[in-house]
T-cell receptor
Framework: SAVISQKPSRDICQRGTSLTIQCQVD?????MFWYRQQPGQSLTLIAT?????????ESGFVIDKFPISRPNLTFSTLTVSNMSPEDSSIYLC?????????FGQGTRLTVV | QKEVEQNSGPLSVPEGAIASLNCTYS??????FFWYRQYSGKSPELIMS????GDKEDGRFTAQLNKASQYVSLLIRDSQPSDSATYLC???????????FGQGTILTVHP
């Protein structure tokens, strides 16, 4: 199974600032996925990150707020921009290998 | 209508009992189905996957899939307090790698 290293594991940020979350996979994968889990809620897909092309965003999520980079087949970043308290969530990256999805450890973000 | 819907919780069972978690999905193009366990403050952990109609057993866990009824379930036998967590049902749709999650069911196993 794929091993995903995600960092930071948690952060407390001031409103109006930005935070970049990194995910490193131990194997090459075509697509990486970014999810958000708001407090008490389930996981919602933010976007799909493909290497060499623009990320594909789900309804309700825009590139200006959540820019994504995918410089190679093992790495991706998600930036949460101009943060507000409503962005306080757990953010998770994921990959699919042999039709099974695996997750990074998650980033618990608190915006104050 | 939610794409993946789980039975409302929370669910409370005594230690040693069978816990039954249910899930329905709306997209008939969904290919694979997963059950994740999530402890508070942790990321989801895959516990079962199922792709074909019928039952799949792994230790104390049994997943059941009925594609005609668009129904997935998870049975936990001999429930333990350590099974207390939120259980998430997810469906892998036609769009490669895109998982849709249910809202989760909180399970509490009391001694």
């Amino acid at each position: 199974s794929a091993v995903i290293s995600q960092k930071p594991s948690r952060d407390i940020c001031q409103r109006g600032t930005s935070l970049t979350i990194q995910c490193q996979v131990d194997s090459q994968v075509t697509m990486m996925f970014w999810y958000r889990q708001q407090p008490g809620q389930s996981l919602t897909l933010i976007a799909t990150a493909n290497q060499g092309s623009e990320a594909t965003y789900e309804s309700g999520f825009v590139i200006d707020k959540f820019p994504i980079s995918r410089p190679n087949l093992t790495f991706s970043t998600l930036t949460v921009s101009n943060m507000s308290p409503e962005d306080s969530s757990i953010y998770l990256c994921s990959v699919v290998e042999n039709t099974e999805a695996f997750f990074g450890q998650g980033t618990r973000l608190t915006v104050v | 209508q939610k794409e993946v819907e789980q039975n409302s919780g929370p669910l409370s069972v005594p230690e040693g009992a069978i816990a039954s978690l249910n899930c329905t999905y709306s997209d008939r193009g969904s290919q694979s189905f997963f059950w994740y366990r999530q402890y508070s403050g942790k990321s989801p952990e895959l516990i079962m996957s199922i792709y074909s109609n019928g039952d799949k057993e792994d230790g104390r866990f049994t997943a059941q899939l009925n594609k005609a009824s668009q129904y997935v379930s998870l049975l936990i036998r001999d429930s333990q307090p350590s099974d207390s967590a939120t259980y998430l049902c997810a469906a892998l749709g036609p769009s490669y790698g895109k998982l849709t999650f249910g809202q989760g069911t909180i399970l509490t196993v009391h001694p």
